[in-house]
């Protein structure tokens, strides 16, 4: 194993992107972001959808998490700009949302692989400019985990499961559960792939939401896709943020700093507990 060397003290800058990473990761709202542009609750789409619309968003959501968690499916980064292209996966993800736009939410099932996709793409961009090796498992799974962390079940609000739990948790299921084919390990636990779809069923079922309200046409189609985008590329940024992070200070460290972010938030809110100032 390659030794690391661990710096000392971090810097006010790290410790300002720490912070930035921490309200991305602990709050990624997908609902309210799409609200805010829509002026109307993502709730009053849900309405709209068909009863059946969760299953099929669940087969969606698992089938296309499969198919990233197959070997081949990480883009090939070598020659690659070392900066992440965010605005060319932006443009693509809003292309296909106002293509869709026209035909409504059903034909979310449709795009939403092939934006996926994009997102994956989007999401080992920003890996590779934070200091990932692609090259590696725990990088690639750290890509994976991005799908998860950017959406929360109502069980993790429930048991106030915050970004270091949920992420123990799917690298326990990918220790756990990696097979052997043709000679490369990979992450074939239908338990990593459920906990995942889990988590981004959520976000997928308010971004079809969003689209069902009828104000939502070709050009809300698009914004609500670069929405789309725009959160896991936040999420990601955070996740990533924290790795590099974790590798110059050390992974107690930068935990232990997390944390007291996490408690300096809690007295805030305690002490202004106003919703808006």
């Known amino acids: 194993m390659t030794s690391r060397k661990i710096s000392p003290v971090i810097n006010d800058v790290e410790m300002e992107q720490l912070r930035w990473a921490y309200q991305h990761l602990e709050h990624p709202s997908l609902a309210a972001r799409m609200s805010a542009v829509l002026a109307v609750p993502v709730e009053e789409g849900i309405k709209l959808l068909p009863k059946k619309w969760q299953k099929q968003i669940d087969r969606t959501a698992q089938a296309t998490i499969c198919r990233l968690l197959r070997p081949g499916a990480f883009p090939v980064v070598s020659g690659m700009s070392p900066r992440a292209s965010n605005w060319t996966h932006k443009f693509l993800a809003t292309g296909?949302?106002?293509?869709?736009?026209?035909?409504?939410?059903?034909?979310?099932?449709?795009?939403?692989?092939?934006?996926?996709?994009?997102?994956l793409h989007a999401i080992a961009d920003i890996a590779r400019e934070e200091g990932e090796d692609l090259e590696t498992h725990d990088a690639r799974l750290a890509c994976a985990q991005v799908f998860a962390l950017g959406g929360r079940t109502k069980d993790d609000d429930a048991a106030d499961l915050g970004y270091y739990t949920l992420r123990i948790m799917l690298g326990l299921?990918?220790?756990?559960?990696?097979?052997?084919?043709?000679?490369?390990?990979?992450?074939?636990?239908?338990?990593?792939?459920?906990?995942?779809?889990?988590?981004?069923?959520?976000?997928?079922?308010?971004?079809?939401?969003?689209?069902?309200?009828?104000?939502?046409?070709?050009?809300?189609?698009?914004?609500?896709?670069?929405?789309?985008?725009?959160?896991?590329?936040?999420?990601?940024?955070?996740?990533?943020?924290?790795?590099?992070?974790?590798?110059?200070?050390?992974?107690?460290r930068i935990r232990e700093l997390y944390e007291k972010i996490a408690s300096e938030e809690a007295r805030e809110e305690a002490y202004n507990p106003v919703v808006g100032w």
């Open 173 to 252: 299921h990918f220790e756990q559960n990696v097979l052997t084919a043709a000679g490369t390990q990979i992450p074939g636990s239908i338990e990593l792939v459920r906990a995942i779809t889990a988590r981004f069923g959520v976000v997928i079922s308010d971004h079809a939401a969003a689209r069902a309200i009828p104000v939502a046409g070709a050009i809300s189609g698009a914004m609500l896709n670069l929405i789309f985008m725009n959160h896991y590329q936040d999420v990601a940024r955070g996740h990533f943020i924290v790795r590099r992070l974790e590798r110059d200070y050390g992974d107690d």
């Open 96 to 119: 296909a949302g106002a293509v869709g736009g026209f035909f409504g939410p059903l034909t979310l099932l449709a795009e939403m692989p092939a934006v996926t996709m994009l997102m």
